[in-house]
């Protein structure tokens, strides 16, 4: 009896100090900024965006732009080259401190403006995932280049993610714009989706029960005693 009552304590102190981890779906969009706006770092759904150096911006439908940037009838993030104004240096990069580590599911992106006018608009852009137990993963994708602005095509992709990043825990997701062999040239993103983890959540009904359960376990000796 002894045994098993250790036992019993032990599992109810583990339910009771181990913490909770919980996965749940989120798409981080740029629609708190209501109007477009240079800033050396833009904040949307408990994630930053930095650049390594210059501003970032917010393009609102594509209309702050000239020549007309990609539009996709909502606020974007808005990632310049070094010659435009705002500049930024690449890589830009996504981190949190809200949440242990993120999963990417999902993303929208497109070229700033068109590539054959303005020759400054990224023609691929790669994404690097910083894993939380060290190393990384990273994808390439390619840019169309084609956009009417505000008009009726859909100027953003929806990437095709490598199977890998829907069981990658990350802590830090870098983009970085190339045209060839040139770095940190022009690019927009939007609707970003990841399955967030926070640490210390509620614990799912099934949990609650497996404790509720070790601590009746532990208090029937207690009753047979008395």
């Known amino acids: 009896m002894t045994t098993r009552l250790c036992k019993t ?46 501003t ?6 594509g209309s ?18 070094p010659n435009l104004n705002p500049p930024s240096v690449a890589p830009v990069t996504m981190s949190t401190a809200i949440y242990a580590s993120f999963r990417l599911t999902g993303l929208d992106f497109a070229e700033l403006s068109e590539s054959a006018a303005t020759n ?9 995932g910083l894993l939380s137990g060290g190393g ?30 829907s069981t990658s825990e990350l802590v830090a ?7 060839g062999a040139s770095a940190n040239e022009a690019f927009q993103l939007d609707n970003i989706a990841l399955d967030v983890t926070r640490v210390g959540a509620v614990p799912e009904p099934g949990s609650l029960a497996l404790l509720g359960l070790g601590m009746a376990l532990l208090a029937g000796p207690q009753r047979r005693r008395a």
């Open 64 to 81: 702050n732009c000239s020549p007309t940037c990609a539009a996709n009838g909502t606020s974007a993030l808005a990632v310049g080259a």
């Open 9 to 54: 304590a032990a599992l109810a102190s583990m339910l009771v100090i181990a913490p909770w981890a919980m996965a749940a779906p989120l798409v981080v969009t740029f629609e708190n900024y209501p109007s477009t706006g240079v800033h050396a770092t833009v904040n949307s759904q408990d994630f930053s965006f930095s650049p390594a150096g210059g």
């Open 136 to 165: 990384t993963i990273s994808q390439v994708l390619q840019v169309d280049g084609l956009n009417d602005g505000p008009g009726g095509a859909a100027d953003f992709q929806s990437a095709v993610l490598d199977s890998g990043w």
């Open 173 to 179: 997701l870098q983009f970085a714009g190339f045209i």
């Open 120 to 128: 400054y608009s990224a023609s691929t852009i790669v994404l690097t």
């Open 56 to 61: 970032i911006a917010i393009a609102a439908n």
